[in-house]
């Protein structure tokens, strides 16, 4: 492959996967991947797109800000667009933003920096009109965000009236929840038997994002405000300083830390003194916002279409602290993937507290020399994944040894296996249980089918007594069956009830879904949208060539090469015949679906058995008919084509032969299926 063609699958790829990422931070406020990890893969893009203006997209996320507002809200237009910031990610790349600044605007005129606390929240835009709180609503996308108005008059620091103000005045900052407030609201959980909530920034996004107004003034929310939006016949603001001045007048909430240089050095120590002192206050901060302070000057710089050129958010680092790993153990993943994990000491990083952190595989574990009873560094970047940096030797206890990769899964006892050249190591037992057991409770799971009451212990339970061996049973358990297995419940006639109705809703699952719930390596949310509109249903996916899947736009070879390997695999195949017998809907596709109809008009007969083919009798039919052809049971002159397969009749061949009909043998269909022409 050329490296222009590279450059423009990755960035295809990285589209979809940033896209995904945004989708699941902004849209469902469940970040799927840690945020330093995200701004690497936004980076990676702009890196692309910066060397090759070529492959910009209109829709590139690097152009654009969070995410498409939700449908549970009406859409309001932002008249003035909320912007996002460009992140600077140490000190060199801050002072390259103050040198590019500076250089702009002039070398001899004075300028002046205004140091913010970056607050870990979301962003709010508050509208006053005649000095009424009239309308509240999200960032979304920087354009259009959601109306969450009834929400927002929940905050108590927001005043629903204000006096002598503009005529209109809109006010834009963070909304958030206070620490002391998330760990209260989370031992509510634990009291109640729920999940705690997993951090304070997620927390205030599903809290502000409620249906119910009343949920929302429950967890008690809080607000900085720090920008002014739309502005009509208010006084004329020359500076950042009039303008918290006037917020601070109208009774909105000022964070107080916020302090002005003119000396760049005292910046750098305004970003270090708040790095070592982040958890001081009683709000999340990730890191301190620089804004050129004078208003013109802000004029003068302007902004790209994403975000302002005069200001800059300096993000801490992740933050490390030590603890003990007393042992490490390893997970059994669906795909049989053997996780080697540490368990540790808890200990409070990142804004929660971490027993356990991923060690990858077998290398990383080597490489990184770490070892049961060892004293090590741990990392918690953005907010969701916890890492082990490495050991801290000078602690290491004399007696230690290297650990060692078990031979056999802890789950089943069966050998556990590593190719050569790859990292990872397998349990390739197919009924393990850890393996059956995480591969049924991610298909349960919301992004999947979200099957609500197939909770782990219930998914065990299953498993161990045998009545669930993969996905395709659980739609084949009887009442009486649940009842049996979950005996010990004295509510089980109420839970077998709801769980058996979750499932039966579960068979009108969209096809998207279908495919995460099923695992198909690399697919996620976005990419597997992409893959159901385009082909349609199951069957055709299955039989779709490499090329063709990553011949659509957003999804790469990687990911491509990932879906042929998942259908050529024989047990998976099984799996989807067993869906299919339990009457699940395997072509539910929301939107249009835009399988090329490359055989409209088209007569193509099926005969004989296609046993051993890389398709049954029944999907090929289906096939055919999936791309606008017809299927009949006998040969005409209409016919375009005859697919024989073993022990075919005789009279459909002759009638073939006689009338010169194409006879095609399984290279040839498959042929056919992909062009659309007998060759
Ligand atoms: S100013 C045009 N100031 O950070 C600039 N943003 O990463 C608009 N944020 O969308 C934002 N603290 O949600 C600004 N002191 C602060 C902030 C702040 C947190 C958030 C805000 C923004 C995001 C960008």
Not at 173 to 189: A, D, K, T
Not at 572 to 580: C, G, S
Not at 628 to 643: C, D, E
Not at 662 to 671: H, K, N, S, T
């Amino acid at each position: 492959m050329s490296e222009s063609d590279s450059d423009h699958d990755r960035a295809a790829e990285l589209r979809a996967q940033v896209a995904a990422h945004n989708e699941a931070y902004h849209g469902r406020d469940r970040p799927s991947v840690p945020d330093s990890t995200y701004d690497e893969l936004l980076r990676e893009l702009k890196e692309i797109e910066t060397r090759r203006p070529d492959l910009v997209t209109v829709d590139s996320p690097t152009l654009a800000v969070g995410a498409t507002p939700n449908e549970l809200f009406s859409a309001v237009e932002h008249r003035v667009p909320m912007m996002s910031l460009d992140n600077a990610m140490d000190f060199g790349e801050l002072s390259a933003w103050h040198d590019r600044t500076i250089k702009s605007l002039g070398e001899t005129e004075t300028h002046a920096f205004v140091c913010e606390l970056k607050f870990d929240g979301l962003a709010v835009s508050v509208r006053y009109e005649n000095g009424d709180l009239a309308q509240a609503a999200t960032r979304g996308n920087g354009r259009t965000g959601e109306d969450v108005t009834l929400n927002v008059k929940t905050i108590k620091d927001i005043p629903h009236r204000i006096e002598n103000a503009p005529t209109v005045l809109e006010v834009r900052g963070e909304v958030y929840l206070p620490i002391s407030r998330f760990e209260e609201l989370n031992n509510e959980q634990l009291e109640k038997g729920d999940a705690p909530y997993a951090n304070p920034r997620n927390t205030a996004a599903g809290s502000l994002r409620q249906k119910d107004p009343s949920v929302t003034a429950s967890r008690k929310l809080a607000f900085w405000s720090y920008q002014l939006g739309e502005v009509v016949g208010g006084p004329k603001m020359e500076s950042s300083e009039q303008t918290f001045d006037l917020l601070e007048r109208l009774g909105l909430p000022v964070n107080p830390e916020l302090q002005q240089f003119s000396d760049f050095a005292e910046v750098r120590q305004f970003c270090e003194a708040w790095m070592a002192n982040r958890h001081s206050p009683d709000y999340e901060i990730d890191g301190v916002v620089i804004k050129i302070a004078d208003l013109a000057q802000r004029e003068i710089l302007g902004s790209t279409s994403r975000a302002p050129r005069w200001a800059i958010a300096f993000k801490f680092p992740p933050e490390e602290k030590t603890t003990r790993l007393t042992t490490i153990k390893v997970s059994i993943g669906r795909t049989g993937r053997a996780t080697p994990f540490a368990v540790l000491e808890p200990v409070f990083v990142g804004g929660s507290t971490v027993g356990m952190a991923t060690l990858h595989n077998e290398d990383q574990v080597s490489a990184k020399d770490v070892r049961p009873g060892d004293t090590v560094i741990v990392r918690k970047a953005g907010d969701v994944i916890p890492e082990v940096v490495g050991p801290v030797r000078a602690d290491r206890p004399a007696a230690s040894t290297p650990w060692e990769f078990p031979k056999v899964c802890p789950s089943c006892g069966e050998s556990l296996e590593r190719s050569q050249g790859d990292a990872n190591t397998y349990c390739v037992n197919r009924r393990c249980p850890a393996r059956i057991e995480t591969g049924i409770s991610h298909f349960a799971s919301r992004n999947a089918l979200d099957i609500e009451g197939l909770g782990e212990r219930t998914v065990r339970l299953l498993v161990e007594k045998g009545l669930v061996e993969d996905v395709g049973d659980l739609f084949a358990l009887t009442k009486q069956q649940l009842l049996e297995v979950l005996v010990s419940d004295s509510s089980n006639e109420t839970l077998v009830r709801n769980l058996l109705t979750a499932i039966n809703q579960a068979r009108e699952c969209p096809l998207a879904n279908l495919l995460i719930g099923l695992g198909v390596e690399h697919l996620g949310p976005s990419t597997a949208e992409l893959l159901a509109r385009r082909f349609g249903d199951i069957d055709t996916i299955s039989l779709a060539a490499v090329d063709d899947i990553a011949a659509i736009d957003g999804i790469g070879p990687v990911i491509a090469k990932s879906v042929t390997n998942f259908f050529a695999d024989d047990h998976h195949r099984a799996v989807v015949e067993k869906l299919r017998i339990n009457g699940v809907r395997l072509d539910l596709v929301e939107g249009e679906v835009d399988v090329p109809q490359i055989l409209a008009g088209r007569s193509i007969v099926v005969t004989g058995s296609l046993e051993g083919w890389f398709i049954t009798r029944e999907e090929a039919k289906q096939a055919i008919v999936a791309r606008g052809g017809k299927s009949p049971g006998s040969v005409s002159k209409n016919t375009y084509a005859l697919v024989v397969g073993a022990e075919a009749g005789e009279t459909k061949l002759n009638k073939a032969s006689d009338l010169g009909v194409p006879i095609l043998g399984e290279p040839e269909f498959r042929q056919l299926l992909e062009t659309g022409q007998v060759l």
